[in-house]
């Protein structure tokens, strides 16, 4: 089973979801090539959908704290 991890990009923060095995991805907010291992790692993931729902919840607890 491939898992996932959820890390934020060390450039501008982006948070971002890539596979476990990946050693790096590309930003897709900003475009800086992140070296996972080197990352900070906010979540752990079972499967693309589990990221995905992790990283919707992330994504909107950031707006709220933007907000207040
Ligand atoms: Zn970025």
Known sequence: MTSFVIVVC???GGLLAAKAEQKT????Y???KI???KSK???VA???REA???LKRLKRKAAEK???
């Not at 991805?25 to 897709?28: A, D, E, G, L, Q």
């Open 10 to 12: 060390s450039k501008c």
């Open 25 to 28: 991805r590309i930003c897709p």
């Open 30 to 32: 900003c475009g800086f």
């Open 35 to 37: 070296v996972l291992d």
């Open 41 to 43: 790692r906010v979540a």
């Open 46 to 48: 079972n499967s693309a």
């Open 52 to 54: 995905s729902m992790i």
């Open 66 to 68: 933007r907000r207040s």
